[in-house]
């Protein structure tokens, strides 16, 4: 076996690296691809079972199936870098998807529905509309004038001292309303102050600490 691809299946699956024992729906393989390239992008080993043992696949036929999922299931167009290993006789596709920090990419999910997905450690989630204003905001930036008023001195206090904060938590605090306090929080990601992240199944901004 190649020791390039040993190695990758060394690692196991993780945020930046997937296993498929083969493509069945285009567009169920369409949710990683766009999935990996809104993320840190990553590497897709078809051929591979969950468990790391090399299955192989019809690589004319997966292919197909894979221009299917980059062209037609995801908004825009993933692209993709495909690569064909023979391995102990049998085949094995490495998919590398690039992350795209300008586009925001979107995929079916199982109604149908085009979402925008994320991947996070071995799995691949559908993006929340909070989620979903932060990286249109952070992509699609212009310049942020953000002059500090005593209620955002609040907030940054607030955050020098424990670090993270919900948009519910900083209503009640500030006495603001809900849209008000997420626009807030939407400029300091732009800024580079605060980062967005899934903590406990509830959505939290974590202040970066410089």
């Not at 840190?40 to 197909?64: A, C, F, H, R």
């Not at 979107?106 to 109604?111: E, L, M, S, V």
């Amino acid at each position: 076996m190649s020791r390039y691809i040993a190695n990758l299946i060394s690692q196991g699956e993780h945020q930046q690296l997937d296993f498929k024992h083969s493509i069945s729906d285009s567009r169920k393989i369409a949710r990683t691809l766009a999935a990996f390239a809104n993320t840190d992008g990553g590497t897709l080993l078809i051929g591979v079972k969950d468990n790391g043992n090399v299955s192989g696949v019809n690589s004319e036929e997966e292919y197909y199936m894979l221009e299917g999922a980059a062209q037609m299931y995801c908004k825009p167009e993933v692209k993709l870098k495909v690569t064909r290993w023979d391995i102990n006789g049998k085949v094995v596709l490495e998919v590398y998807v690039r992350a795209d920090s300008k586009n925001l990419y979107k995929a079916q999910d199982k109604n149908g529905k085009w979402k925008v997905f994320f991947r996070q450690k071995d799995e691949n989630f559908v993006a929340t509309p909070l989620q979903v204003k932060v990286w249109n905001a952070i992509r699609y930036r212009k310049a942020v004038r953000f002059n500090l008023s005593h209620k955002d001195q609040l907030l940054i206090d607030y955050l020098k001292e424990h670090g993270k904060i919900t948009v519910d938590e900083y209503c009640r605090m500030a006495f603001i309303p809900h849209k008000e306090a997420e626009n807030v929080l939407v400029n300091l990601a732009v800024l580079g102050i605060v980062v967005l992240k899934q903590i406990n199944e509830e959505e939290t901004f974590l202040l970066i600490q410089s």
